[in-house]
């Protein structure tokens, strides 16, 4: 079987052709800029060399076709025709308190896209246009579904709710919700499978340009750091994390901003950018950091501060604690974060491997020492192959009805 699976975000593409019979990717690639005069395409595929090319790509449904059209192309020949493609899985952000995993997309789970938009407006539009143009690009052929948010429909009220009157609950199902919960969910599994056993207590850290983190018990999200957005929790690289919510009306009148220019401020100004004034990219500010620069080690405390007190916040909610995750693009690569995040933790049986963790980029390894009672795993995230594996578990659940 032979999955396509679209990431669409609001003015990106991403995709990967898998053959699941084997789980290996035939090609990848990125549409870059959708509706920008210097949009770009970039398709790689273990035979050849990145190739980038400037392609006008006016929409979502322009880019779709090109990816088509270079998967079938007689260039690459990666595909004789697009009939060889036997379902398409889509990455959905949000899909609201209705979704507790994937589903075959039709026209119920469009609208409920359109319905969770006023939560997610840069991603769900994105989405929904994305499926709209396999729709009309491939008419009958099945899509699946994997929502963000739904791996996190597990928590229980006491974790989601917040402490605000009910009825803004009722009238707007005003909640937490989480995110990155594809990534969750992949990892946790992988690190049951290196534990050996389903029963576990596990703390997931996806720790990227957007972070979050993940209390998973028995292979169930218990709680996680982001919210009703994903601005909550930790602290990332451009957004505040958590914050005394008094702060955003008191800086919208000392500011005179309005709730645009706050929602700016918040979401694409803040973080260890904002702390630092030099960049969201971890690696600058641990150069700058090197040089003595006193912001960027400031905003480098701040986030490893943060993100410890979650996972002693975390320890508490389930009574102990069996692994650490590290993943994302930060997670898997960077040595320094992982060292501070499980320095001091001695205390819950942790023994972290100093050296092993210095040569640790990108790879699955074990970064705690072989008698730890709680183990630390660098495990990189693969949120398409399991958008793939579901899309291909509903697809046969259907051809075998």
Known sequence: MKILVLNCGSSSLKFQLLNMENETVSARGLVERIGKEDSSVTFCMDSYEKIKKEIPVKSHKAGVQIVFDFLTSDEFKILKSKDEIDAIGHRLVHGGEK??????????????????????????PANIAGVEACKELFPGLPMAGVFD?????????????????????????IRRYGFHGTSHRYVSQIANKLLGREDTRLISCHLGNGSSITAIVNGKSLDTSMGHTPVGGLIMGTRCGDIDPAIVTFIESIEHLSPEELDDLINKKSGVFGVSGIS????????????????AKLALEMFDFRLKKYIGAYTAIMGGLDAIIFTAG??????ETRYEACNGLEYLGLKFDVEKNKNIKGELAEISTSDSKVKVYVIPTNEELLIARDTKDIVSSINSK
């Open 149 to 173: 948010t739904a791996f996190h429909q597990t928590m229980p009220d006491y974790a989601y709710m917040y402490a605000l009157p009910y009825y803004l609950y009722e009238k707007h199902h």
């Open 99 to 124: 979704y507790a995993g994937s589903v075959l997309i039709d026209d119920d789970v469009i609208q409920t896209l359109r319905d969770c938009s006023v939560f997610s407006p840069l991603h769900n």
């Open 280 to 295: 969201n990219d971890f690696r600058d500010l641990e150069a700058a950091n090197k040089r003595g620069d006193k912001r």
């Open 330 to 335: 930060i997670g898997e690569n960077d040595p």
